[in-house]
């Protein structure tokens, strides 16, 4: 069975974006190989081998994309509440091994940006906060060890 994938409605536009970007470099590979071809021998035409495997990565990228369309779920954000951790949530926490405090957007796995803060609901520290309220102590196994969080803040 396929597995879900949640985005918002402006992660589901850029998904449709970037398809649709794939799909018209189609036309340019093709031609590509048609001009490769007409070079002569297949077998040593190094031209001709680049151009199908770049046509092989385009097509398996525009696949995983229709794959990836075709299992989104929209999460709609008037029903988002702040009792408990959820998606879309931005949450406030303070790690308490360092005594830093951290701002996360959880957010689906294809809309998922650390620098900007965006952390998937698949990552470990992302499952582990999910259901959560304000004011638990979380603790989160990662490859570094054992990470506790105390959750400061839930908000939209």
Known sequence: MAEIVYVTQEGLDNLRDELSKLIAQRPVISAQIAEARDKGDLSENAEYDAAREAQGLLELKISKLQEKLINAKVIDESKINTDVIQMLNKVTLKNLNKGTVVEY????????NFKEGKLAATTPIGKALMGHRKGDIVEVNVPAGLLKFEVLNISI
Do not use: D, K
């Open 105 to 112: 957007t959880i957010v689906g796995e294809s809309e998922a």
